[in-house]
């Protein structure tokens, strides 16, 4: 195995998984503010860009922006956003003609009056439906999939707006946990295999509905509980009204969520993240039968299944990285002459927990390698006599149509080379992985999505490389 | 009259006109910087926002902003926009959910492939066309008049993109000087009437299509021609291709872009700006009697008609309004207590040039009335004995429907009060205006727009206010 | 002469001389307010930098920025600046380690508390003080010549600070009009020679001294009258106190406050700009015997004098040069291939008022010649058929001492060229200069320094090159 | 007890300590690069602003800004600073007439030369010698204590800088770790008693001296050693000279960097931070008998101690709070409805971990309360059957002199109140602290300054409240 064409500068750990948060508040006065709070809660779903659209019952204004939450949106912003009603977004990545344009909500107006929209997940067909759309002579703004929902809710002859976002959804193949915005109602809908989460919480006025727990606990909401696969909720006047539009068929929430996506702190899945993130790394420690002095975790995403993994194999638990947490977007890497930068700048080894020591250190997935490989680096010269990567998750092989722009096979290290060959690209004396039994198991024994393992995906799929 | 009813605090002169402006250029490495310096040169046309798209041929990328064409553009920002056409647009004014939204050029991917559109006037059936387009199932992103022409244009069954613009072109009522972009031509057209100006101009490496000349003198490109009322140019590999799509009709070009609009070092509509306003001037003093010590403008835009009017009524010149040109759009008025502060923050009197003297001050219109109304009380507490108010137009009494967003009738001061009244509001010793014959023989008999003071519109229009 | 030598690709006009603005409030509730406005109608004398100090009578607190007034200040920082004494600087440009560390105001703690200054001028021997100072071990925060004087204050022995401000000024050989405030009292000094200008005005509540009258008119205060020369004047809770504490001498008030610096709006040094700017222009043209068939000025600071030259010469006044005021510090000058960017970027001509005629163009002095020499060069490929350049001032040929940063000698181009010798660089069919003994006449017989002239320094001063 | 006495709407943790960050490189083309990287990593010892100074050996150019470092910097900005000895500074907290003026390095011009200084530690005689300094006509710039370091090398009158260094030095009562960059020298001095951590490290090309190790290893510079208390390091082109000019004293490392202010990834005062954090944790559970289900830190700064308290007491680690990352200076608080919000914003209880247990909370001090308080709620409210708070430091009883702006006694919830009357107070089912004697075991029997704990100051200081 050629190095070289392993090795790159990149700044950020290098998960290819990538995702979206969305919140959406119904008749509270303080809605947008609610939005603001809860998009902050659920930031690590997405750094790239944050917009909230609010409905005053008779029309919408919304504010967008690159970045991160609390730097979009200053006071003077906030109380410009007025209105009961409001939804906003914050998005992972985005590729295209304009960043900006493929931030959410997308806010149009079509024959049913203005409606805004805020989705996560990846949409299967989308480009199948969007050349349609084209076709027939529909205008693209963006190269985001979810401006096709809109499109479709636009072109549908039914009467009822509702009705038209049922009909719309039908069309789609692929994961959305959505949220519409009209005038005097707030939306929340799940795909009938329920890749995505999405929670209900009930305000001292109002309702919320978000996509993780987390931020409920942040706006002193009460979760109601999940919304269902499959299952659409109309909030308006009149209250609440659940519906199952689509097609019963077999939940498949993406198993990812609990490994590396969800904070710890939320509930999704009817599990605890933190439980579940626990039982893998427990599990991952069952299925070892390494000796070492110290177990470490690969800090922030590695913690919770180390803590498992340290509770079933008894080996101690020690904060063998310290992660320093001011690393923003922004920052410059002004040194060509220091190695393994993007890693350095985030983690730092403690010497007097890593030193003479043999160190099992446990990551959520690999994806290209290359972090894994500067982190066993970085041990050893901190004076590692051994370096064990455990990692809490089987190897990340297949690309995921679920999510948003994932890499191509090629570049994920685990769909071009075994287990000892990946070993010895990150240099590690041992490696392995939490089996797919052994997933499964955490999760209650199944049910998920695990294309990334496994190959076997719940939707067709367009054939990519 | 109530005094109260006319009085308001309002930062900038009472100009009920807006305007855009556009650039377009073809085969030039340097397109976007060449577009850019443009766009600085007509940014008299608007300052409220501005934007740039550009194609390498392959795909199309932009950058928009509110606020100053230098402010908005960085030299990293130009230096992404690689590609050898580009088109920009300057905003007078935006409106809407979104002021970003309603920014050019609109840049979208339609069946054709992606355009972008850059467009200065105002579409009289957009919402017409707009509420037809949503019914069938369009969604719309903006508030903009200009987004219809788009989608016009997408949904044309037409082979050939050219055809496409041409037939969405066919169905508009009202005033275009537009450009589109496609990935390999540049198309610009005037309406039938040639309400708006648009030039050509030869580069050392390509063609430039812009609103007014005087950008071409800042990039050193050429005057070919104006593009004629009812023409469409396309420029691509083959070179440029004239042709005239439109059934023929007489050419009405707004004569308030002489009045007011366009800079004086440009030349529209076959005259020089400077000329035509000069000639204003004389005009002005021709049907004037009046007898002062000295004549001076309401700066910048009085100043060519006050030379005009010198050079026929032989009072002296004089600049007896000082204008602080570092007036920006930010400027906080901190305080309360100080009279006329909007006008106060522009203009300062000159005393030696006004004590004492039978003061003749000209402007080229009134709006509400507010801003004369200032001047002259300014100018009388500089110690003017006499202060003889001209306007180098005809009253202002019908709304522009080729503009946008002009004030309702009941806006303007003179489609409610008559001459005797309007000077008795801005507490003038006299007021008089150009004639409305007297205008037409400054731009050579006619067969100019003059809706705004005549009443006469060119076309249909929508039942307003 | 080499030509090369002469060119550059400078962006400004170059006027050699450098400037400041200075403004001061005592007991106004509002004094930062009409500070800031102040300093806004002051912005002409200086664009790179501001600052506010404001004493709410037991402590003080400023702002400074680099940049525009405008831009500088923002609502929330004016309102931190709570008291009713305040004193602000407009910095023309500043050199040194850290620009930010030369604005001003000064505010110090020293012996006597605190106290701030904001002083306009040049003190020729700050370097000598300094370097005494310096040894005695005093520390130097700037490069700007004002920290000087309040090392002077801090050290002086005297009992009373207006007696140590005394002591101070003293010692300074130079310009200054300086403001200083202290926790309960604003001082304002003129050197005895007066060169900078300093007035004072009444507000409805409490005094203002400010730079130039302009400023008195944007706030609504009445002009009282000049500080004169080697006047120092103390405003406290006992009111205005004036005293005369300098040893009396020549005044020699700054003649190129009327030709260049100064608003012609304003009334200086007993005189109204305006007026001492037409009769420039009026005896240029008594001196002049071109035969022509336009005049023109280079705005904006040529306007005034071109209006005296009209009504003396007879010869028909035009703008045939037109200005963009959107001229920001921020503006990018994308393309390399454009030529006299610099001048194009400000100037257009306006062809039909330049083509086929004899143009005499009137600027207030040539400095480098590069500005002229491309204004020259548009004039010519706008089709004029003579260019005739002439200056409102005599050639200046040597440097101010009493400004801040001038070119050495080599850069002005009159101190090693004679007027022949520049007409060729310029490439004028003629150009000629207002005699010293014209310009003299203008301001009532002289009492002026006018070294940048004759060389006649009214100071001792150091050996330059 | 009043508890509304205690209750504020904080945002930030209440920690009273208030620290800096210094970093200097020596001889290194990328000096100012390497600084800059270095002062990020000590952003945990300094949030509100920071800056870089170098020297190319001829003059000196400095940035200053407030914020964090990767927000202050940008790549243009680090370019300008173009030299090979740079000395950078992190601030903590900024108080006086402006933020903006007690940002470091201090760089003036004083009878040496140029020379710039970064101090970490506090100066308890600055007053008093500032009054003198004053006195004798000295001007103070800003508020910082450091600035009475600058006045007496400026005043000394000792030949040598060095000289006049150590002079200055003598008279200072307090704690320093000092760097001073001349134009050819890097001068680092740690005072007497060594408060302040600093240690020496090796580069590639050229020595660096900084707070914390942690620095090195981002850098990649060697560990050589640290600074000893009361050591004075000069390092030019004959290399590193190390004198001890100050009479010996017993060292009294701050204790509270240990606990606290240090990085766990560092090495200072002879022992790695991780190590005696981890140590204090092991006593206080030797120290403790309670019986729980579950051991959890306050993150960050309480998770080594709690790993000690795990290791030692055998109870279970969880992370039961989770910390949003996210969180910034500029974050808005947009809703006043919400309890609690300010520790909300930061941290989240996870329920599984803490639902129906008895819960351990390990934290390192206690300041006002407050955090403790809302922190003991939060965990009620995730279900805690039990709460037991634990505090891996003694009470903080006495202000620190030898940091900057502490609270006073009364703010210092400890000072009044017993440990009883605190548990009551924060609602914990119990609480208790570390010994100091414990304490004093974790560092090694001791000779540390435990003053905050003690009240047994190492130097006289000034009567405070």
Chains 1, 2, 3, 4 share one sequence.
Not at 40 to 68: C, D, F, P
Not at 131 to 151: K, T, Y
Not at 284 to 290: H, K, P, R, T
């Amino acid at each position: 195995m050629e190095e070289q064409h392993w090795e790159n500068n990149e700044m950020t750990f290098d998960k290819f998984h990538e995702e979206c948060g969305v919140a959406g508040v119904f008749a509270n006065e303080d809605a947008a503010n609610l939005v603001y709070l809860s998009l902050y809660a659920l930031q690590h779903r997405g750094q790239e860009g944050a917009g909230i659209a609010v409905s005053n019952r008779s029309e919408m204004k919304y504010e967008k922006g690159m970045g991160l939450v609390a730097d979009i949106f200053s006071e003077a912003k906030l109380e410009g956003l007025a209105g009961d009603i409001a939804i906003g977004h914050n998005r992972y990545s985005t590729t295209g003609i304009s960043e900006l344009a493929n931030t959410q909500p997308i806010t149009v107006t079509i024959n049913a009056g203005q409606i805004s929209l805020a989705h996560n997940g990846n949409i299967v067909n989308a480009e199948e439906i969007k050349n349609e759309l084209v076709r027939q002579g529909a205008i693209f703004n963006s190269s985001s999939d979810s401006e096709v929902i809109v499109h479709l809710i636009a072109k549908s002859k039914k009467e009822d707006l509702v009705e038209s976002i049922i009909h719309s959804l039908r069309q789609l193949n692929g994961a959305f946990s959505l949220l519409v915005m009209t005038n005097d109602k707030l939306i929340g809908v799940r795909d009938p295999m329920g890749m995505r989460p999405l929670v209900l919480g009930k305000l001292k006025n109002g309702y919320i509905l978000t996509s993780e727990s987390c931020a409920l606990d942040l706006i002193e909401a009460t979760m109601v509980r999940e919304i269902e696969p499959g299952e659409m909720v109309i909030i308006d006047e009149n209250g609440l009204e659940s519906i199952f539009p689509f097609e019963k068929t077999d939940p498949k929430p993406c198993v990812f969520e609990h490994i590396y996506f969800a904070r710890p702190d939320s509930f999704i899945f009817g599990d605890s993240v933190y439980d579940v993130r626990k039982r893998m790394g427990k599990k991952l420690a069952e299925e070892d039968n390494i000796e070492a002095d110290v177990v470490i975790p690969v800090p922030d995403s590695g913690v919770v299944a180390t803590l498992g993994y340290y509770e079933e194999s008894g080996i101690p638990f020690q904060m063998g990285l310290m992660r320093n947490h001011y690393v923003g977007r922004t920052f410059i890497e002004p040194s060509q002459s220091i190695r393994h930068f993007g890693v350095k700048i985030k983690l730092n080894p403690v010497r007097s927990v890593i030193e003479g020591k043999r160190v099992v250190v446990v990551d959520d997935s690999i994806v290209r390698g290359t972090t894994s490989r500067k982190i066993v680096k970085m041990l050893r010269e901190a004076g590692a006599k051994e370096v064990h990567m455990r990692i809490s998750s089987p190897p990340t092989t297949f690309p995921c149509f679920y999510g948003i722009d994932t890499p191509t096979r090629k570049e994920l290290i685990a769909s071009t080379h075994n287990v000892e060959e990946i070993r010895k690209y990150i240099t590690a004396d041992s490696l392995s992985y939490l089996s797919l039994e052994g997933l499964m198991e955490c999760v209650n024994g199944g049910g998920y999505c695990h294309a990334c393992f496994s190959g076997q995906y719940p939707t067709l799929h367009p054939d990519g490389d």
